[in-house]
């Protein structure tokens, strides 16, 4: 098991209010290997503590969209 902790920064489009916010923090907790998800409405990014495995943004990035917002990892 990787005990590893990492952050990224995810760009995301659509998410502009506080239900917005609320959903995908709640939903991307849920997500195995993530520890926290920090979205800010201002800066339109995602702040995702996770567990250093690239697929756990993967995951968040697939949800994000199925729930119905445009997510991508920062360059």
């Known amino acids: 098991m990787n005990n590893e902790r990492t952050t990224a920064i ?3 489009d659509g998410a502009t ?3 917005c916010v609320y ?3 709640h939903v991307g907790k849920r997500i ?3 520890n926290d998800v920090y979205v800010d409405r ?3 990014q995602i702040q995702l503590d996770y ?3 690239p697929d756990t943004v993967e995951k968040l990035i697939t949800v994000v ?3 119905g917002y445009n997510a991508r990892l920062q360059q």
Do not use: F
């Open 65 to 67: 969209q199925r729930i």
């Open 17 to 19: 209010c506080t239900s």
């Open 10 to 12: 995810l760009d995301v």
């Open 51 to 53: 567990d250093g495995n």
């Open 23 to 25: 959903t995908i923090e």
């Open 42 to 44: 201002a800066s339109h």
């Open 32 to 34: 195995k290997g993530v």
